[in-house]
């Protein structure tokens, strides 16, 4: 399905970027369906959704998937350190204003979920119904080494080849299941090229306010001998439960949200629908089939 391109700018007039797919009209009530709003992960950027997007489109739901500041075709910041969900959540802000959206569904992946568990502290009613797609209040610190791991580290090569390969050996253990095709569709989600070389599609200083927590971590560690705990994202996770219908989407082999932490999770947002893929790991595509049944029932009851 084809879409458009949304531009908008920060508060502080970084340009970027968004893939606004029209909603394909099946009934006479789907003007009043609330738009949806995707937001990926970490070292991702919105052609994650472009599965997804036109499904949901075809539901008769406007579908804007971001592209987060330093990825894709939004500028990458200045001030690396400014590479964190608040600013994230911040620019989200600014695009309701500019595609002149007072409401939403939305659906974020990893880090995609925590930007939307922080807009519920800055704009909670912007959030109609949220899907958590493999993220949550608590995260494995198995995944999270992993992903810290290699986000920011290798980020060109030379031939297409190589590049399928890079994403096979970071991604693997999520898909186990995939074979050539689908890591070379994966690939495309991830480079872009440039000069006749295949380069990611993210800036590698979005690392740089990982590295200075890890040293800050480590400094507390050595000056204490008492590890530094980790934000309690709770509030934000229950203060987006609250009054609205919610979606946890867990991958059956994730190492980022584990069996225990979805446990805890469902304890304390009891009303929240759930759905595991098995076989997939950090993190769904969503359109996998127990994602997408697990998406569809939560828009027959979203605004």
Same mark, same amino acid.
């Given at each position: 399905m084809s879409f458009t391109d949304f531009f908008w700018t920060s508060h502080e007039g970084l340009p970027l970027h968004a893939r606004d797919y029209a909603p394909v009209s099946v009934s006479s009530g789907d003007s009043q369906k609330l738009p949806v709003i995707c937001i990926h992960g970490l070292t991702r950027n919105a052609r994650d959704f472009e599965g997804l997007a036109p499904r949901i489109a075809a539901t008769g739901r406007r579908v804007l998937a971001v592209d987060v500041r330093g990825r894709g075709l939004s500028a %990458?910041?200045?001030n690396p350190m400014n590479y964190h969900p608040g600013t994230y959540a911040a620019d989200i802000v600014s695009l309701l204003a500019a595609a002149g959206i007072e409401r939403a569904v939305f659906v974020g992946? @990893?880090?995609?979920?925590?930007? &939307?568990?922080?807009? &519920? @502290?800055? +704009?909670?009613?912007?959030i109609a119904a949220a899907v958590l797609n493999d993220v949550g209040p608590e995260l494995s610190p198995v995944g999270l080494a992993r992903?810290?791991?290699?986000?920011?580290?290798?980020? %060109?090569?030379?031939?297409?080849d190589d590049a399928v390969a890079y994403a096979k050996a970071i991604n693997q253990a999520a898909f186990p299941a995939y074979g050539p095709e689908d890591w070379d569709t994966f690939a495309r989600r991830l480079f872009d =090229?440039?000069?006749g070389e295949y380069i990611l599609a993210y800036d590698p200083d979005i690392s740089a306010p990982i590295k200075a927590a890890a040293e800050a !971590? !480590?400094?507390? *560690?050595?000056? @204490?001998?008492? !590890?530094? !705990?980790?934000?309690?994202?709770?509030?934000?996770? +229950?203060?987006?439960?609250?009054? +609205?219908?919610?979606?946890?989407? +867990?991958?059956?082999? @994730?190492?980022?949200?584990?069996?225990?932490?979805a446990d805890r999770m469902r304890?304390?947002?009891?009303?929240?629908?759930y759905v595991e893929v098995p076989g997939v790991g950090h993190a769904?595509?969503? &359109?996998?089939? *127990?994602?997408?049944?697990?998406? =569809?029932?939560?828009?027959e009851t979203a605004p």
């Open positions: %990458r910041d200045p992946t @990893s880090m995609g979920g925590l930007i &939307t568990m922080v807009l &519920t @502290s800055i +704009r909670p009613h912007a992903i810290a791991g290699y986000t920011g580290m290798a980020n %060109r090569f030379e031939t297409w =090229e440039n000069d !971590a !480590a400094k507390t *560690q050595a000056e @204490s001998g008492a !590890a530094l !705990a980790p934000p309690d994202m709770y509030p934000l996770f +229950r203060g987006l439960a609250k009054d +609205r219908p919610l979606l946890l989407v +867990r991958g059956g082999i @994730s190492d980022l949200i584990d069996a225990g932490i304890a304390a947002a009891p009303h929240m629908a769904p595509m969503l &359109t996998e089939p *127990q994602a997408w049944a697990g998406i =569809e029932n939560l828009l």
